[in-house]
Structure formats: structure tokens, C-alpha cells
């Protein structure tokens, strides 16, 4: 899980698997340089705000149950990517794998 800010200065909150931290990253930031709505900022990052490791069967079901939970309570606008626009930045979120996590947005 991390987050990006983007050019209109919009808290865009993303959730999502891999097995390479810093390879994902590094995607994120090309990547949603490039997009139309929600840009990352050329002299900005993609951020990890929290991660976990897990087994990819693992990480796909917890991913999909914790998108559907942040939907349903309202964490933002989902938006493309698995991705959430914040209207404000939330002052932390709540992922359940097993146990539930709460982790401070700072």
C-alpha cells in the first residue's frame, strides 16, 4: 500500500501486490507520470506507506477483499488501477490479512 500526490496536489492512495518492492515502485512512477487524469508530478514518487510479505494466492484475495472494504467505507473515489482519490488525506487505513492492521498515514 502506499500513495503519490499528484499535480493538482490530490492524495491518490494506491493498494496492491508484487514480490519486488522497489521494481513496482519504480512502474508506479513511470507510469502514473503518464496518465491522464491524476498525473504524478515529474519530481515526485510512488511512496510505500505499508507492505507485507505474503504468498501471491495470499496477497490476490486480500487485495480484492480490501479494495471492496475501502469502496464500501467510503476511503475515497476508486479510481483506475487500484487506485483511490482522496478528497483529504486520510489520517490513517485499516487492511485485514488474518489480523487487522491499522496503519497511520504521516
Not at 25 to 35: D, L, M, P, V
Amino acid at each position: 500500500m502506499g500513495h503519490y500526490v499528484d499535480t493538482k496536489g490530490r492524495y491518490i492512495l494506491k493498494i496492491g501486490t508484487t514480490n519486488d518492492l522497489k521494481r513496482r515502485a519504480a512502474e508506479h512512477t513511470r507510469n502514473y507520470k503518464k496518465t491522464r487524469e491524476f498525473t504524478m508530478p515529474e519530481n515526485s514518487c510512488f511512496v510505500y506507506d505499508w507492505w507485507r510479505p505474503l504468498s501471491k494466492y495470499n496477497t490476490l484475495r486480500y487485495e480484492d477483499a480490501n479494495r471492496a472494504r475501502w469502496q464500501d467505507m467510503g476511503i475515497g473515489r476508486f479510481i483506475r488501477n487500484d487506485r483511490f482519490f482522496c478528497e483529504k488525506k486520510p489520517d490513517m487505513v485499516t487492511i485485514t490479512i488474518r489480523k487487522t492492521y491499522t496503519i497511520p498515514l504521516v
